[in-house]
């Protein structure tokens, strides 16, 4: 069973960068699909970014394609989320989530997800 915490969230301005890490432990980190969702209070949780289990697909909401980029490396046992031209409507916690990934197809709904972390507050002031 997979452990995840993540971390870098913060207070940025419009335009500016910031780099999530979500580091996993307790499991065969080469096994899971990572996946970035987000929530903003009173919305829905959304799909941000979800990477295959070899870091060799990804898919990204269209809000975010060509700002963020999502990342895996297997050998440290940690998925990033890089987010660049940040806007004040992607303001949300941030969390970080696996699933073993048994097909080619990658999920893309929270319910797909079996583990996931605490969440990181991201906030951009415009």
């Known amino acids: 069973q997979v452990q995840l915490v993540e971390s870098g969230g913060g207070l940025v301005q419009a335009g500016g960068s910031l780099r999530l890490s979500c580091a996993a432990s307790?499991?065969?980190?080469?096994?899971?699909?990572m996946g970035w969702f987000r929530q903003a209070p009173g919305k829905e949780r959304e799909l941000v970014a979800a990477?295959?289990?070899?870091?060799?697909?990804?898919n990204y909401a269209d809000s975010v394609k060509g700002r963020f980029t999502i990342s895996k490396d297997n050998a440290k046992n940690t998925v990033y989320l890089q987010l660049n031209s940040l806007k004040p409507e992607d303001s949300a916690v941030y969390y970080c989530?696996?699933?073993?990934?048994?097909?080619?197809?990658?999920?893309?709904?929270?319910?797909?997800?079996?583990?996931w972390g605490q969440g990181t507050q991201v906030t951009v002031s415009s």
């Open positions: 989530a696996a699933t073993i990934q048994t097909t080619v197809v990658l999920s893309t709904t929270p319910d797909k997800y079996g583990y």
């Open positions: 307790g499991g065969i980190f080469s096994m899971y699909a």
């Open positions: 990477i295959s289990r070899n870091g060799g697909y990804t």
